[in-house]
């Protein structure tokens, strides 16, 4: 099975900070990866998809990027309403999750 | 717009079989979609553990696979999902959601239900 690690598994950071989520792949997943935010007593929401593609309706300050085995989200300006949960989800071979970096307010 | 919403015990006794089932409204379950249930226990991450497509065909995690199943009601628009010999560490909020059989990432998902395991 392809393992997915994402770090850091949490940060503090303030409104207005520039953030940066790592995710990493096993083995080449091409560019199936998936960026996920879930805020307390919800499901997942889907960010971004197939590595790159901002869903409708999700700020323009969300960014992902990479391929193969290194992506990154990356959240240009923090605001109040970003502090999360975030996850990568491969979708190349049967879904698997990283293990979540949680967003905390410093 | 699709809605899913799982239903099914809120407890569950160790051994015994934890049983949930989807709704869906808003389309059809024969559409393009696999049809899954992800879990996520208390504070921690989220685990995906299978899915079914209309046809029946399945795709299980490999770590749950000999103590699930997961079947599609094309009569109600419903699936449900069994997982058998539950122990504590099954406790979690399980949830439905699904995924374009193409695109492949989870666009919509059910509220969740949390499913305790204990005695």
């Not at chain 1, 992902?64 to 290194?70: P, Q, Y």
């Not at chain 2, 560490?89 to 509220?111: E, I, M, P, S």
Request: positive net charge; hydrophobic residues 30%.
């Amino acid at each position: 099975d392809i393992q997915m690690t994402q770090s850091p598994s949490s940060l503090s950071a303030s409104v207005g900070d520039r953030v940066t989520i790592t995710c990493r792949a096993s083995q080449s997943i091409s560019i199936y990866l998936n960026w996920y935010q879930q805020k307390p007593g919800k499901a997942p929401k889907l960010l971004i998809s197939a590595a790159s593609s901002l869903q409708s309706g999700v700020p323009s300050r969300f960014s992902g990027s990479g391929s193969g085995t290194d992506f990154t989200l990356t959240i240009s300006s923090l605001q109040p309403e970003d502090f999360a949960t975030y996850y990568c989800q491969q979708s190349y071979s049967t879904p698997v999750f990283g293990g979540g970096t949680k967003v905390e307010i410093k | 717009q699709m809605q899913l919403q799982e239903s099914g015990p809120g407890l569950v006794k160790p051994s015994e079989t934890l049983s949930l089932t989807c709704a869906v409204s808003g389309g059809s379950i024969t559409s393009r979609n696999w049809w899954s249930w992800v879990r996520q226990p208390p504070g921690k991450g989220v685990e995906w553990i299978g899915e079914v497509y209309h046809t029946g065909s399945t795709n299980y995690n490999a770590s749950l696979k000999s103590r699930v199943t997961i079947s599609v009601d094309k009569s109600k628009n419903q699936f449900s999902m069994k997982l058998t010999s539950v122990a504590a560490a099954d406790t979690a909020v399980y949830y439905c959601a699904t995924k374009n059989y193409d695109l492949r990432h989870f666009n919509y998902w059910g509220q969740g239900t949390l499913v305790t395991v204990s005695s």
